[in-house]
């Protein structure tokens, strides 16, 4: 399996290093052990994986092949999540565990929101396309995730205006909301709806 690390998750890297607190390695053990929950699944279901990118979102996992099935696809996604959520019950008896806790515990609550690209959101869609078909799985993770990213943007502007800091999850929430919804271009179908494949 190939590794791929993008400038954005360099730059996130650079951001943490400024904190110079036990942010960092907390929060790049974390993702690391994140990342391990899904790559045990994957070797479980027996899913050969060629690429493991990092970006400023996090990682991403690229199967060899297509996923054999809507189960798989949905054990696969959980597993990231499930895994941080056990780590998360670590006591805390010293500092850097309790850093530690915090990452997990975002890492998993982070990545169950039902956004496309997420864990939540790729759950959503291999469970709602066993049961309701493709298309009507495409439909809910597109209102999915446009009401989690208003939800997101809407709580980092207030947590900005009520406190004056915070701006990093505003700039998340808005770079995630272009990136699914402003590149669909103008003749995009209306909410609640699919993209239009090309």
Do not use: W
């Not at 730059?11 to 607190?21: G, S, T, W």
């Not at 696809?73 to 008896?93: D, K, R, W």
């Not at 493709?134 to 205006?161: G, K, N, Q, V």
């Not at 701006?167 to 239009?196: M, Q, Y």
């Amino acid at each position: 399996m190939k590794i791929r690390i993008t400038p954005g998750a360099i730059l996130l890297i650079a951001a943490l290093v400024f904190k110079r607190d036990m942010l960092l390695p907390a929060t790049v053990l974390a993702a690391v052990l994140h990342e391990c929950g899904h790559l045990l699944a994957a070797r479980c279901l027996g899913i050969r994986l060629r690429l493991l990118e990092l970006d400023m979102m996090g990682a991403k996992l690229y199967p060899a092949a297509q996923i054999p099935s809507y189960r798989s696809e949905a054990l696969l996604a959980a597993a990231g999540p499930t895994a941080s959520l056990l780590l998360a019950l670590i006591p805390p008896v010293t500092p850097f565990r309790a850093a530690l806790r915090t990452a997990t515990l975002s890492f998993a609550l982070f990545n169950l929101l039902p956004i496309e690209g997420f864990d939540g959101g790729r759950v959503l869609h291999a469970v709602l396309a066993a049961l309701r078909g493709a298309e009507t799985a495409a439909r809910a993770l597109f209102c999915s995730s446009y009401l989690s990213l208003l939800l997101l943007f809407s709580l980092s502007a207030c947590l900005l205006l009520r406190y004056g800091e915070d701006a990093a999850l505003a700039v998340l929430s808005a770079s995630l909301f272009a990136r699914l919804f402003l590149a669909l271009g103008s003749d995009a179908a209306p909410l609640c709806r699919p993209p239009r494949k090309k």
